[in-house]
């Protein structure tokens, strides 16, 4: 079963969904592909600088 990312849409392989959503969600809240939010510990907010 393909996850995709909450915020962007982009499809995430199972090993990054298992590290990131453990809790069996919908998908990781953000993944690699995500400019503008990073993870924080447990929480999710905006990217402080373009990570490109």
Do not use: H
Not at 23 to 33: E, F, I, K, L, W
């Amino acid at each position: 079963m393909a996850r995709t990312c909450q915020n962007c849409g982009a499809t995430v392989t199972e090993r990054y969904a298992r590290v990131f959503a453990p809790d069996a969600t919908a998908g990781p809240r953000v993944c690699p592909n995500c400019e503008d939010l990073v993870r924080d510990g447990a929480s999710v907010r905006e990217a402080r600088a373009n990570r490109g």
